[in-house]
């Protein structure tokens, strides 16, 4: 049996030393078997592939790796091997603990795969070798193959918390800051001494909230279902200079102690916000099927029980022996706005909870359903299943004549909302059907003239819908695609000077005006809106009036101002004048004047008359 060779002896070669950016990239290369690789791009490190590994994960620094490997000299006589040992060797990649070669050759395995590693001497033992066994500047060969490895990660960027892994997970998951999760640890101090231990059932958090210490959350969130860690936290993340003394009967944490916590992540609800504004939240209780959710319109069945937050049930519906689940369809305000929200985030079969505030359930209203009352500004929980649903049928489920059927359908009931005051609810129905008619090309000559007129009354609907909305760029923008298609079309004119006023653009709005006038002069509603018009553009223009007359007298009062600093200057350069004419007349007399009695103009830069003129302009 061959004498076991230390890895670590390379005489001249820092076994830290970093890998370069192109070293990285040949080494992570993809390599079929067979063929051999130049891993350093300078041939210190080759690797011939003889087996692929499975899957796609290799090593990184700091995963402690095993593998067997034989070592022989370039003629073959063999060094070192532990497959003769019958014995895997460990170590952690990347730390410097074997040869440079061995760093690099590794980091680009995986599970399982079989190499040869050709290893220059800068890479491996130097000019010294290892005597007896490595000559000097020997090159070497390595065949290894690498059994297996457990993932270390420093996961905060700065060594105050290693992660290894211990059993993976399962998924590709992982949580996020809002889900509630359960896990189950165990804190250790240095000594061994247990500080604290979870029972079976694991404690649940939210993790935004955080649990004892700072690196349990952090941690939580780079794993996977059913993952099970070591932790090695550093006081930063544990509980600093400071420690905690003893706690309900749990021993004290000395300050600066680095603790080791086995950790596993049991599970987690994810939570969502069902609303921007966080009114309306979704905690999953069970997964549901698939990928498909309900969209507007589209019919659902569900299970819930409707509780108030201390509890109580007030309503109960589909959640009794045989009993049918409830079917409403979505956007139709046939459930609470907070309701019909969520459960377009749901998929089939899904188990939820959502909590749901005042201003997305009953309002400041009391409301008596079946097993309670609700009372004024109260927040509501729903614990629901969504069963069943059936989705609106999207555009491209549709044939051409269905498509103009189905847009003449949705008109009509944006009709009905708009008269009943619902704006929000109408232009949807109208945005809808334009949807469905909106690229025709492919209609038949019938299809595309009953397309044409429902672009453009839907377009026009919608527009009055803005109108009422105060949403007036979203009015001006449907009633140009009305005038692309019909230029004279007067109503589209009418409105897109309404919305034109409502953007205070009257040069505009005037336009389309007198041309709406100029098709249908007798049109009513048109004369007093011109009417309108003219008082607004008159009450501007008395406005800018007003706001550069104002101006104008302010300017005035400087140029005064300024003219009587001008006269003033002028003075005192005549005076100053006379001053050098007498002092001069004086020094040729050989009479001697003193000092304080030579006037010095007064120099300013006269910006204010020039910038007047300029606004005045």
Sequence with gaps: MEEEMDLNQASDVPMDMPMGDEEDEAAYAPQKEGEEKDLTSDGGVKKLLVKAGDGWDKPEAGDE??????????????????????????FKLGQ?????????????????????????PEYAYGEAGSPPTIPPSATLKFEVELLSWISVKDICGDGGVFKKVL??????????DMDRVTVK?????????????????????????????????RAVKTMHQGEKVLLTVKPLYGFGDAGRPETDGQPA????????????????????????????????????????RPNDESVVKVRYTLRLSDGTVVEEKGVGDGEDPFEFTTDEEQVVP????????????????????????????????????????????????LADFVKDRESWELG????????????????????????????????????LIEYDTQFKDEEKKAAKVLKVSCSLNEAACQLKLRDFPAAVKLTSKVLELEGTNVKALYRRAQAYMGTEDYDLAEWDVKKALDLDPENRDLKLEYRTLKRKIAEQNQKEKKIYGNLFARL?????????????????????????????????????????AVIEPKVTLDAGSDAGEAMAQ
């Design 253 to 292: 944490i000395p300050p600066n102690e680095t603790l080791s916590i086995d950790l596993e992540l049991v599970g987690w609800r994810k939570v969502e916000k069902v609303t921007e504004d966080g009114k309306v939240m979704k905690e999953e209780i069970e997964a549901g099927e698939g990928y498909e």
């Design 556 to 596: 005035h009062k400087l140029e005064e101002k300024e003219g009587v600093k001008r006269e003033d200057e002028t003075a005192a350069a005549a005076d100053a004048a006379a001053g050098d004419a007498a002092a001069a007349e004086a020094a040729a007399a050989g009479v001697d004047v003193p000092q304080e």
């Design 96 to 120: 410097g603990q074997v040869i440079k070669g061995w760093d690099k050759g590794i980091a680009s395995m995986k599970k399982g795969e079989k190499s040869v590693f050709t290893i220059k």
């Design 400 to 435: 051409d004549e269905e498509k103009i059927s189905h847009a003449a359908k949705k008109k009509e009931e944006g009709n009905l909302l708009f008269k009943s005051g619902k704006y929000i609810r109408a232009a949807k129905k109208y945005s809808k059907a334009l949807k």
């Design 167 to 176: 059993v993976e997970g399962k998924k590709w998951e992982t949580p996020k």
């Design 338 to 385: 907070g309701l019909d929200k969520a459960v377009m985030k749901m998929k089939k079969g899904e188990l939820a909870t959502i909590t749901i505030s005042p201003e997305y359930a009953y309002g400041s209203e009391e409301k008596t359903l079946e097993k309670g009352t609700v009372p004024p500004n109260s927040t509501v929980v729903y614990e629901l299943r």
């Design 185 to 217: 640890y165990e804190v250790r101090l240095q000594d061994g001494t247990v500080v604290t231990k979870t029972g079976d059932e694991g404690v649940e958090f939210y993790l935004k909230d955080g649990h004892f210490c700072a690196a349990i959350p």
């Design 65 to 90: 790796v095993s593998v067997h490997y034989t070592g022989t000299l370039l003629d073959g006589t063999k060094f070192d091997s532990s497959v003769d040992r019958g014995e895997p060797f460990n």
